[in-house]
């Protein structure tokens, strides 16, 4: 067990549903701590930007215009194996395959539009955190 920190965002559905309070509860609940957050309306380039692992994707330009449709939330979670947690309360990427009382089988229409987004390793958290957050905006 080791204190990770992992980025999670609540795409545009999720603000649109009013379930920011909701998940941000589950996250809390479940012992991870916000230490930053932000809500933004991110342009379709910076969505491109930081998906841009999915470039060659046949989604991709749905992704990235969902992503850029409206608000989303943005926040830098730590806890104990603070990725995997935060993977296991969204649920599976397609909410019809979610587990029961996750995030996504919840509040999920689609796979295109599955309310949260989660770092999936050390290594992308660390990259995905430092695309949004400046050192300074870390520090407490
Ligand atoms: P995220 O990265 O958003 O946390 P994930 O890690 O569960 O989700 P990825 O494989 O990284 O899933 O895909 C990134 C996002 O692309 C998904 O969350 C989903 O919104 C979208 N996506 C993935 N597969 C499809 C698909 N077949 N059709 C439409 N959108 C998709
Ligand atoms: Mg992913």
Redesign the pocket.
Known sequence: MSVERTLS?I?PDGVKKSVVGNILNRFETAGLKIKAMKMVHLSKREVEGF?AV?AD???FD??TT?MSSGPVVISVLEGENAIAKN?EL?G???PKKADPGTIRADYSDY????T???S?APETAATEIAYFFAVTELVN
């Open positions: 965002i795409k998906y999915h994707k046949g989604f749905e992704l969902f993977r969204m599976a990427t397609d796979v295109g539009e599955n949260v987004h989660g999936d």
